[in-house]
């Protein structure tokens, strides 16, 4: 059985960091591209970062650029999501996304609140 599942969403002051992980299983996870894709109260999915399968190139939307940092560890099967100097403007639900010519795969998504 296929499973992602995010953790380390929360509560955090603008400014503040927080790291989300996201625990695959049930697939080969070096062999697919990883993402992460958020959805703000009221809005459709964005998409935030990519990591393709070799783990050496990288992609981000410009509004988290410098901000935020991806990266993945194919020994343990996890991807991440190190996000730096928070805004408001980055709550949303959180969700990791495993892509390849094999399939495409979602998590339940991790909540992340940025507020004063």
């Known amino acids: 059985e296929v499973q992602l599942v995010e953790s380390g969403g929360g509560l955090v002051q603008p400014g503040g960091s927080l790291r989300l992980s996201c625990a695959a299983s049930?697939?080969?996870?070096?062999?697919?591209?990883m993402s992460w894709v958020r959805q703000a109260p009221g809005k459709g999915l964005e998409w935030v970062s990519s990591i393709y399968s070799g783990g050496g190139r990288t992609a981000y939307r410009d509004s988290v650029k410098g901000r935020f940092t991806i990266s993945r560890d194919n020994a343990k099967n996890t991807l991440y999501l190190q996000m730096n100097s928070l805004k408001p403007e980055d709550t949303a639900v959180y969700y990791c996304n495993a892509d390849s010519r094999f399939g495409t795969f979602w998590g339940q998504g991790t909540q992340v609140t940025v507020s004063s």
């Open positions: 049930g697939f080969i996870f070096s062999m697919y591209a």
